[in-house]
């Protein structure tokens, strides 16, 4: 039978349907996108963002800084941007970005959650609006008749709706379990990737450079300047002030 032929006959219903499948479909396959990028290239960069620590890491954050596209270059670029931060506030750090990322990867479960509740529902009604149109053709005079043959083809037909609603339902039930087992998996990631990378720097923290830290000083004069400091500048310019100034001399 023709699936235009069986779209026709299954009602009203349909229509709806017809958009929730879009829906669900533009989900599904938008996912399966940003899932296949991540899983190729996670493991990549997480082994390079660890070796790079255990030497250098300043190229473990270019590394990481590199990576940025993805959750987990994110992830592990969060704490090593910090200017010399001490170890509780690294791990505060990853934990805080964690969540960002993870929920990130959620995206798209509660557009899939409506999907699988609402089909069947609108299935079923569809299945129903059928069988009332069926039965009021129904007169009990040709109960046993032939007349009724078509009767009983507009049930059948009718229940097309509730069976294009389980369809839609039970595979955006499968993909939705499937996406939700990436979630699980990412959690384990981040968190033995986020152990690793907190151990490395506790056994062997940056080591600061007192260059690097007379520039930050340096430069952190250069942009503030003290409140008092800059009122004299302002009113040392001023004639009139220099000399009403030196008309206040005790001696005078």
């Known amino acids: ?28 396959f938008e996912r399966l996108w940003f899932w296949l990028r991540i899983l190729t290239q996670e493991k990549q960069i997480v082994d390079r963002v660890l070796d790079a620590a255990g030497d250098n890491w300043e190229t473990a954050a270019e590394i990481a800084k590199q ?19 001490d170890t509780e506030t690294f791990r505060l750090a990853l934990e805080a970005t964690a969540e960002d990322e993870l929920a990130g990867m959620r995206r798209g479960e509660k557009l ?19 069988l009332i149109q069926s039965l009021r053709a129904i007169r009990i005079g040709d109960l046993g008749t032939e007349s009724t043959a078509g009767v009983t083809t507009g049930i059948g037909e009718s229940l097309i709706s509730t069976a294009t609603g389980l369809i839609v339902a039970i595979v955006s039930l499968v993909f939705y379990r499937l996406f939700q087992s ?7 990631v981040f968190r033995k990737a986020g152990n690793d990378l907190e151990l490395l720097y506790r056994q062997s923290p940056p080591d600061f450079s007192s260059n ?14 003290p409140p008092r400091k800059r009122g004299r500048n302002k009113f040392s310019d001023s004639p009139e002030i220099s000399e009403g100034t030196d008309s206040l001399d005790p001696e005078q």
Request: charged letters at 15%.
């Open 67 to 85: 990576a940025t596209n993805q959750p987990i270059g994110r992830f592990l670029f969060a704490p090593l941007r910090l200017l010399k931060p």
């Open 182 to 188: 990436f979630v699980v998996s990412q959690v384990k």
């Open 112 to 130: 899939l959650e409506a999907v699988i509740a609402l089909a069947p529902l609108l299935g079923l009604l569809g299945t129903v609006l059928g």
């Open 212 to 225: 690097t830290s007379i520039i930050m000083r340096e430069s952190s004069r250069e942009n503030f300047t």
């Open 1 to 28: 039978m023709d699936i235009l032929d069986l779209f026709h006959k299954g009602g009203s219903a349909m229509w709806p349907l017809l958009a929730l499948s879009i829906l669900a479909l533009s989900v599904i």
